[in-house]
């Protein structure tokens, strides 16, 4: 039996409602049949994974994602030589009926499939929980991207509530948002305000407006901090300032907003 990676890390978020985390890389390991009482939703990083899930064997590999839905058998072991690495999440059901608002959690279709889109935003939200970082955001985030497991891959769709409340919300929570964006405000929150869902709060806001909550509040701070480097203010004070856990973190959502660095902007904004 293999040992365990020294890298290996499994943990919880308070910030989620003690959703559980595991970050691995297996090069002989074998999994014994089993099952989890909630979700397993995975994501291949490196190398190739094979598996028994649903009567068959699947395999893996980088960028799939990996679903196994609440008390269903499988197993697991490398399916290369090589071995594979993965960052996987618990959820339980209790996570998306919280969103939803309903008594029918989803049961997905497949359990393996390939998007690139959604893995990147899974790795990426996994990489935040485990560095700390960007947490404040991490529930729109995590919201969003269940909704668009269901929304993608399961069974049963989420509904598209017409409502004649939907304009007046909207506006209501970009308010809320833009209000709140320095200091945070919980998704949960937000939808307690407004009198919906948080899945409706999700679906609604990205359709109306062409963007999640999670984007619109990043968006929110970076130009709070543009504005405030534009009137002389260091970066590190601009990015505490706007809301950023450290400057690492919005220099990165810098970059992917504009394509160049804070430092680039402040140098041809400077007097």
Known sequence: MEQSHPDNRFW???????????SAKFKKHKYRRHSHFGYVIGVVVDGAEAFFCRGEIHTAGPGDIILV????????????ELGWA?????PREDHFLALANTTSPPRFVKSVVHDPELSARIVGLHQAAETKS????????????????????SEAKPTECIDRQDAKRIAMIE????????????????A????????????????????????????????????????????????????????????????????????????????
């Open 86 to 90: 993965y960052r996987v999440i618990y």
């Open 12 to 22: 919880t978020d308070r910030n989620l409602s003690d959703l559980e985390f595991f």
């Open 192 to 271: 307690a305000q407004v009198g919906c869902s948080q899945w409706h709060l999700v679906r609604s806001f990205t359709r109306a407006k062409g963007i999640s909550p999670h984007a619109f509040l990043l968006d929110c701070r970076l130009r709070h901090a543009k504005s405030l480097i534009d009137a002389g203010e260091p970066l590190a004070m601009a990015s505490a300032a706007a809301g950023f856990v450290d400057q690492s973190h919005f220099t990165r959502h810098f970059v992917r907003a504009y394509g160049f660095t804070p430092g680039r902007y402040q140098a041809i904004r400077a007097p």
């Open 175 to 190: 308010e809320i948002l833009r209000a709140q964006a320095v200091i945070g405000v919980s998704l949960e929150a937000v």
């Open 69 to 80: 839905n609440p008390q269903s058998q499988h197993d697991g072991e490398a399916a290369t």
């Open 134 to 153: 960007d947490l404040i955001d991490a529930q729109f985030a995590w919201a969003d991207i269940l909704f668009q497991l269901v929304a993608r891959h």
